[in-house]
């Protein structure tokens, strides 16, 4: 299965931009890029998802490299509430979304 | 508009006793259904999908099985329960395609003792 690679963990200062950025060097061509956040305890959210060009809506930006072997999610002015886990994954053929260990981010008041 | 119900919210069970978590969806038909667990501090698995009643793939080997006896009925199950089986059991659908938002349930925090 396709991997994505993220960092474990990042911290960002409340009211500041967030770049959570994830590798994904074995994408292939039909795979969208898709991105989840996790609050402890409850299930994971749909943030936003992509296939080549860039995106944005009203929780985030998504940044899809040219190669789209690296994609960054942008949050625009952190919050407490963004507080989570945030999960890069690859819609694959065949239907299956696999989930790596994510990036956790804190937020800084 | 869709929803999806996962129940129950937790559950405590003993080693060697039956397993079976529901999760149906509402609002949708023909819906793409998953079944995934989360050890503590560790990322989702997938254990489960499903494209169609009475088609399911299986992604680990393990003492878990899953069912779809209805459109939007996803049920997983185990004869028999390991301490290994707690986790946090999460059931998504999504309308079907890669290309498309997946919508998870609240999960179920199983502990087996």
């Known amino acids: 299965d396709a991997k994505t690679t993220q960092p474990n963990s990042m911290e960002s200062n409340e009211e500041e931009p967030v770049h959570l950025p994830c590798n994904h060097s074995?994408?292939?061509?039909?795979?969208?890029i898709h991105w989840y956040r996790q609050l402890p305890s409850q299930g994971p959210e749909y943030v936003i998802h992509?296939?080549?060009s860039n995106v944005n809506n009203r929780m985030a930006s998504l940044a899809i490299a040219e190669d789209r072997k690296s994609s960054t999610l942008i949050l625009h002015r952190a919050t407490l509430r963004d507080a989570a886990v945030y999960y890069c994954i690859l819609g694959l053929t065949g239907n299956q979304f696999y989930f790596g260990t994510g990036t956790s981010l804190t937020v800084i008041p | 508009s869709q929803t999806i119900h996962q129940w129950p919210a937790t559950l405590v069970q003993p080693v060697g006793s039956p397993l079976s978590l529901e999760c149906t969806v509402e609002g949708t038909s023909n819906p793409n259904l998953y079944w995934y667990r989360q050890a503590a501090g560790r990322g989702l698995q997938l254990l489960f999908y499903s494209v169609g009643i009475g088609q399911i793939s299986s992604e680990v080997p393990q003492n878990l099985s899953a069912s779809r006896p209805q459109d939007r009925q996803f049920i997983l199950s185990s004869k028999k329960l390991l301490l290994s089986d707690s986790g946090f059991y999460l059931c998504?659908?999504?309308?079907?395609?890669?290309?498309?938002?997946?919508?998870f349930g609240q999960g179920t925090r199983l502990t087996v003792v």
């Open positions: 992509g296939l080549t």
């Open positions: 998504a659908w999504n309308p079907g395609g890669f290309h498309t938002e997946a919508f």
């Open positions: 074995t994408i292939s061509g039909t795979d969208y």
